[in-house]
């Protein structure tokens, strides 16, 4: 029930929690990019400025330029940025020493790797770092599961591995599909083990017949079909027409 004898207004913003909400702050935050030379990568409340240059200096101004100018936009509509939670990561082989960036008037500290949208990008652009958080992340889950194993029906062992580990290893692997041989033998090695926990079988038990006896396929195989969907919607322009423009005319 709204109590509209006790409404108030507001002057900027959108209400939290309300059906509309993400909308109207998509609506509010539309023009952010309008005076940025970078590449801006919006999704909800966060914002991330992408930049290419071989040459560090210029790396520099444009980005001080940006941030000034986001700065100023936030000062004009109210938003608040969060400096401290702000993260400079220079994509690069070998270290390029720069200059510092700051952002209304503090010093942003630069980072190795940052997590953007539950992925780890580190400035390497290695997928090691990332499949580490995966292995730490569902094995909190798996000995969960493991001190359920005999208590509960294997149906609901299953069920549990499916619904709060699967997706884990599931998430933006069309990203690190191409990491290395021992990353993905480490994936690998975390769902023949959730298998066996389901199954209460030994450590020994042949990895293809423990999944099959699940109905479960190898993650390198689950990866190749999400890569083969993933391509389907950028080549039938289902989702960003950007990657679709990266497709050759033939």
Not at 139 to 163: E, F, G
Not at 175 to 186: E, G, K, P, Q, W
Not at 216 to 233: A, D, G, V
């Amino acid at each position: 029930m709204i109590d509209f004898l006790n409404a108030c207004y507001t002057n900027c913003g959108v209400l939290q929690g309300s059906v509309l909400g993400p909308l109207l702050f998509l609506i509010y935050a539309n023009d952010i990019a309008e005076s940025i030379e970078s590449s801006v990568s919006l999704f909800a409340d966060n914002a991330a400025l992408l930049f290419s240059s071989r040459c560090p200096l210029h790396l520099h101004q444009v980005l001080t330029r940006d941030l000034h100018a986001l700065s100023n936009w936030s000062k004009l509509w109210n938003v608040n940025f969060n400096p401290t939670k702000t993260k400079v990561l220079i994509i690069s082989k070998p270290h390029i020493s720069h200059p510092f960036h700051t952002f209304s008037n503090i010093d942003l500290s630069e980072t190795d790797s940052y997590k953007y949208l539950g992925l780890i990008v580190h400035r390497t652009l290695s997928r090691h770092h990332h499949i580490l958080s995966i292995k730490q992340k569902t094995t909190l889950r798996l000995n969960r599961i493991k001190q359920l194993s005999h208590l509960v029906p294997r149906k609901v062992l299953n069920t549990l591995y499916v619904s709060c580990v699967l997706p884990i290893l599931d998430y933006g692997n069309v990203i690190f599909a191409n990491c290395s041989t021992s990353d993905r033998s480490l994936l690998e090695n975390i769902h023949t083990k959730a298998a066996k926990i389901i199954l209460r079988c030994f450590r020994t038990s042949r990895n293809a017949a423990v999944l099959s006896d699940l109905n479960l396929i190898p993650l390198s195989n689950r990866r190749e079909l999400h890569m083969l969907f993933f391509f389907y919607k950028i080549k039938t322009a289902l989702n960003s027409p950007v990657l679709h423009s990266f497709l050759p005319l033939t």
